[in-house]
């Protein structure tokens, strides 16, 4: 298990840009598949984008795809979520997770950060 802090939310209007950034402890962050899912009011996580441990591999949703963009740094012991042309429904809390396996559902994810609201304005 790892401890995972993000941050980077705020309010931006649509078709606007943030970059989300988790920073990850441990000397492992590498042997991690790391994914990013959102939730709002009422409704469960969904997954946003997953990366593997080497940064090879990823997955983005259709609905953010061509517009998000998973990254890491390993070295860093970070992973970023850049989103452009934001829309309002992006608007969510948004979680990155830390996970042994290469996976899209939130079951797969062994630690979580606290969140960070994402809230894009019409």
């Known amino acids: 298990q790892v401890q995972l802090v993000e941050s980077g939310g705020g309010l931006v209007q649509a078709g606007g840009s943030l970059r989300l950034s988790c920073a990850a402890s441990?000397?492992?962050?590498?042997?991690?598949?790391m994914g990013w899912f959102r939730q709002t009011p009422g409704k469960a996580r969904e997954s946003v984008a997953v990366?593997?441990?080497?940064?090879?591999?990823?997955f983005t949703s259709d609905s953010v795809k061509g517009r998000f963009t998973i990254s890491r740094d390993n070295a860093k012991n970070t992973v970023y979520l850049q989103m452009n042309n934001l829309k309002p429904e992006d608007t969510a809390v948004y979680y990155c997770a830390a996970s042994r396996l290469f996976d899209f559902r939130t079951y797969a994810y062994d630690s979580w950060g606290q969140g960070t609201q994402v809230t894009v304005s019409s």
């Open positions: 441990g000397r492992t962050f590498s042997n991690y598949v």
């Open positions: 990366i593997s441990g080497s940064g090879g591999r990823t």
